[in-house]
Nanobody
Framework: HVQLVVSGVGLVQPVGSLILFCAASGSILSIYTMAWYRQAPGKHLEWVAHITTGGTANNADYVKGRFIISRDSAKNTMYLQMNSLKPDDTAVYYC?????????WGQGTQVFVSS
């Protein structure tokens, strides 16, 4: 059973930066596709970015050029570096590990972007 712990709760001003961490319970990052999702108030859950087992990263269009997904397999940790934050980025952020039909979620962490 995979456990994911998300950290990096933050209140940040517009155009500021924040980094989120997703720590896995074991050495899974090289065998699971890792992803970030978010859910803004009153909206559906949406995909933000993912990184494959081979290390290929892909971001949603609305975060391209601003958010960077990465991982450190030695530390069993995935990151989401968020730059040029906007109020619309305010949401609860989740990480997910997927392998075949199996998917595991970390708990959400709140990010507020406000002046």
């Amino acid at each position: 059973h995979v456990q994911l712990v998300v950290s990096g709760v933050g209140l940040v001003q517009p155009v500021g930066s924040l980094i989120l961490f997703c720590a896995a319970s074991g050495s899974i990052l090289s065998i699971y596709t890792m992803a970030w999702y978010r859910q803004a108030p009153g909206k559906h859950l949406e995909w933000v970015a993912h990184i494959t087992t081979g290390g290929t990263a892909n971001n949603a269009d609305y975060v391209k050029g601003r958010f960077i997904i990465s991982r450190d397999s030695a530390k069993n940790t995935m990151y989401l570096q968020m730059n040029s934050l906007k109020p619309d980025d305010t949401a609860v952020y989740y990480c997910k590990a997927t392998r075949g039909p199996n998917g595991y979620w970390g708990q959400g962490t709140q990010v507020f972007v406000s002046s």
